[in-house]
């Protein structure tokens, strides 16, 4: 086509020179004329503007030819329009030539055209033949796709299939193998049952022998339990006489006593009136009746014929002295409670506490001295001594009342001050407040004031050193705060002695 737009101005042109006065005429706006031509070429028609040249019009001599040919033209005229016609002739033939090079042209155009145009439409009905090639070819895919997992699904079944009758097959072999062993099990069972059952046969025979044996046994522990009993209660008689004994021995050396001690008085005090009971209310009157020798006598309470051991000291100052306290070697332990003070506690001959009921009673019954006879480690002694010493009653927690010190033992008295009542480790009485408690403190029963300068019922510590014991033995103002006492003893005897 682009060929053909480029080739019609030139065939324009050269058709404008030769083609004159065939078709139809027009005229343009510029006054130029124009012919236009139109060629058939089957269903389609082709249109030709050729425009015509002033020059090419004929000369004034060829307007006219009538003129000439009626006025008796000239032989040259004649060969001119000859030679113009040979000119237009070829012209023409030019033309034609053209023409049929225009028709070959538009002819080949035409078919180029028809051959694209059927290109065309063969290329689209392929291109739809190849699309509708595609899908088949995707649907073909995917059928071969679903065919593909079908057979896979098929073979996996069938594997499976497989696996569960190779499985199956396993178990029932398993199956056979337990049932086999199942019986040989229930085999052996049956043996052992009969054998157990034999066992049990003989184990009877031997359990009905062991009854027999036990029984027997039991028999025999019987008639040991009677021999034992019998020789338990023959030991019984035999402990029985030996304590018969003992006592009838220990009667018999009681009245040997009362037979020389009754000796001794009617040899010694001759003035004591036949038939009466010798009762002694302290150590002063068994001094009065004639025992001038230091020993444990029994004492009576005042106005009672309940009785205490005492020691009666018949050589120191004079003697005729009641012991309330001795200690001397540590052998009792004077932390006790206050009914053990009160009652007593100890060994008259050794160390003891004649007890505060008793202290009480004889001094509230007549008026007492008081003496306090220490020793030291060392061999030293000293003394305190008061005029006055007497105890209040339980219910005034045995108050000490004490006056009129006199002695070597400090130069002042250690005792605590009159008025001080007694507490041992159970009974706080002391003067020292604050859930302070010197009986706890400093151990033992004792007149404490907060505490006080003494306490001779603490612990016994044997050796004297000098080391300072809270709890232990003390007389402040004859060894300060060192407990360097090795002997105590308190004693009292009556003022009018
Ligand atoms: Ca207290």
Redesign the pocket.
Known sequence: MMYFGIALPFLMLMTYATIKGSGSQLKGVNGMERRQHQIQHGHCTYTFLLPELDNCQPSVRSRMPNSLQRDAPPASDNTQSDKRLQQLEHIMENNTLWLHKLENYIEENVKTEISEIKRNAVQNQTAAMTSILTQKTEQTCNLTYVENQVLNQTSRLETQLLENSLSTNNLEKQLLVQVQEISKLNSKNSFLEKKILEMEGKHEKELQVIKEEKLQMHEMMVSQSDIIAELDKQLKASMFNNTVLQMQQVSLERTVQELISLVSQCNEISVTPKGEPVTFKDCAEVYKSGHITSAVYTLNYPNSTETVKAFCDMETNGGAWTVIQHRKDGTVDFRKTWREYKTGFGNPANEYWLGNEFIHQITTSNSYIMRVQLQDWEGNSAFAQYSHFHLGSEKQNYRLHISGYSGTAGRMSSFSPSGTEF?TVDA???????????AQMATGGWW?D?CGPSNLNGIYYPGGTNTVKYNGIKWHYWKGPSHGVKTTTMMIRPTDF
């Open positions: 507490s706080d009485n002391d003067k020292c407040s604050g859930g302070c408690k010197c404490f907060a």
